[in-house]
């Protein structure tokens, strides 16, 4: 099932991960992990050195003998040198989240200060908690001052919180030296965000409803719902997928008004695009002009392998010569 | 007194088939913020269209009141004649703060002219009579300002927001004939 899940993540769909930017991460963390392991051993944490000329033995302590061998100060870095160790490691496990956001975002949502901020943060807390460590003293300083500071920044969408906070996770635990934990933390944000996304998890209200909560073998097309029953469409046989997907109030269904110089030919030839290329559509309205000609007006959302520029294409290519124009209908209009 | 429709020539800009449903044509200034928020509702109106609409751009620089008009239409020109005009027309239209000497060849360079002939025909003036003679065409057919809307030869004076462009583009390409 999952080896099902992730072919179809990987090959398929319009929100593809795609083969190479797996690849890339893949090589990326094994070359991160890499200079982490080296940095660190050459570089060892002052109370991480093993004690005395003698090396350590032992499997357990593998990592202990590579350190003693590699160190280049034995006796553990200096406190400066450990900073910049750990704020390096912060940055490179950062890197990855910030690369899940620009992938993940549509042109519109990306905000590119998040960006900068998301690669900046985790160097800048691993700063604060390698000055604090484990002084109460400084810590309480530190609330004070935070205190004092008011940040209020209104973000572009709540799921980018998630990557501040994610970035906050990885700073603190290169700040208290825990790399490891801050990787296992870098991998699984990374590789759990791309199969959201990938997935789109609960945008199909509809589907997922019949899925966790009807009984098995239920009419899946008639989930129950408050919001009462969709209204017939008014020409046409657009395809109803529940309640929720209600014309008036689905914010996912766009409303094209389709110019057409004969109402009747136009309409068989708009249906027959809308029932290959839109997931779900219902006409709206008729507005009738001079002869034969008029406006008709479809609530539509298009499927995504599809979207919704090709659907707008798709009726002036194969809508000839009866469609003239489409137009998005935006709010204001409608009203 | 009806003034005379702007006739189509061989030398005029156009996007699209001369078979189109219905001819938009645009007598625009580059340096006017009016054309500059037009230009961006225009674009949607010939995506609603599609092949049904034939689009034409002439030059109007009002040179009073736009004193780089009428050197970024000779620069519109100058990137037409090595087959760049749309390109031109567009980053015109998107960097109306930046039409001087320095800005014009700064965007010859971005659409990918050779800036040298580019230079050149500015610096002679090579494309002055060419701009002027689509003033004079919009002279001829009424225009006073910028941007003037032309559909099917018909000058347009209603509201320039899109849906009521693309109604009005419509009804045109849906009425009979005139014979």
Redo the contacts between chains.
Sequence with gaps: MAKKLMNTAVQTGPRRIGRHTIQRLLLYYLVAGGILLLLTAVFPQRAMTPAGDIPPTGMAEGLDWLRWRLAVMPLGAPAWVDACVQMVGAFLLVLPIAFTYIRTRTRVKYDHSLVQTVVMLPIVVTAILVVVQDSLALAFSLAGIVAAVRFRNNLRESGDAVYIFGSIGIGFASGIHALSVATALSVTFVVVELVLWRLDLGAEFDDMFNRLCMPSGADRAAPPSSAGDVPEPTGGNGRKRGASESPDSDPRLTTLRIYVDDLAAGRLAVEQVLARDAKVWTASSTEPGEGTAGVLEYRVRPRKSVGLAAVRDNLLRDGAPHIIATDETDAAHRL | MTTPAPAITGDDHVLGQAGA??TLMEYGDFECPSCGATHPILREVR???????RFIFRHYPLRDNHPHAEMAAQAAEAAAAQGKFWEMHDRLYEHQDALDQRGLTRHARKIGVDVAKFETDLAARTYATRVERDVESGRASGVRGTPSLFINGVIYRGPRD??SL??A???A????AVP
């Design positions: 449903r219905v995506r609603a269209f599609g092949p049904n609409l899109r849906a693309v109604a583009l419509a009804n390409a849906m009425a009979p």
